[in-house]
């Protein structure tokens, strides 16, 4: 795993729950943050199919046959009718705030999302680090969301400093 992404994940577990991490976090951290959270591998949701969380009702793992690339990602999907969905409209299939964890990104600051720890509000998917993150976010959800969205996108690129 990325050990940037390691940092950022510890941080969210460290950090008092209203403070952005420490400032010497920017020193590992890149300067623009990639507009989807991806893996090593390009793959967006870890290969997760986007558009199973709203047909499915949760996570399934994408095949390599039914792949798009959008926004800078590798997206996979279960089905073709899930890759010809998400190709119509995309942004109503991935997740909000590029797929980093919602928390976070209302704490003013990136970490990944894990697509296992996820939930549909008002028909958009938000993705949380851990069940530690979400636990936080789901205590004020729309006061959670409302403050991502303020604090997105810059956090891509003044997230740690």
């Known amino acids: 795993m990325n050990p940037t992404l390691i940092l950022a994940a510890s941080l969210l577990l460290a950090a008092p ?3 952005a991490p420490p400032a010497e976090a920017s020193a590992v951290t890149p300067a623009v943050w990639p507009p989807v959270h ?6 967006a ?12 009702g949760g996570p399934r793992l994408g095949d390599a046959v039914h792949t798009l ?3 800078g990602a590798i997206w996979r999907f279960a089905s073709a009718a899930n890759l010809a969905a998400f190709r119509a409209n995309p942004e109503a ?13 209302s704490q003013g600051y990136i970490a990944p999302g894990d697509p296992a720890v996820w939930r549909i509000v008002d028909g958009r998917l938000y993705l949380n680090f851990n069940a530690r993150a979400q636990m936080l976010w789901e205590q004020d959800i ?17 997230n740690q400093g």
């Open 17 to 19: 729950l209203a403070a």
């Open 38 to 43: 991806v893996g090593e591998d390009g793959l």
């Open 45 to 56: 949701l870890s290969g997760y199919d986007a558009v199973a969380y709203f047909t499915e």
């Open 69 to 71: 690339e959008w926004n």
């Open 93 to 105: 299939y991935a997740p909000r705030f590029g797929g980093y964890c919602a928390w976070a990104a």
């Open 142 to 158: 729309p006061g959670a969301i409302a403050r991502g969205q303020a604090n997105w996108p810059r956090i891509l690129t003044d």
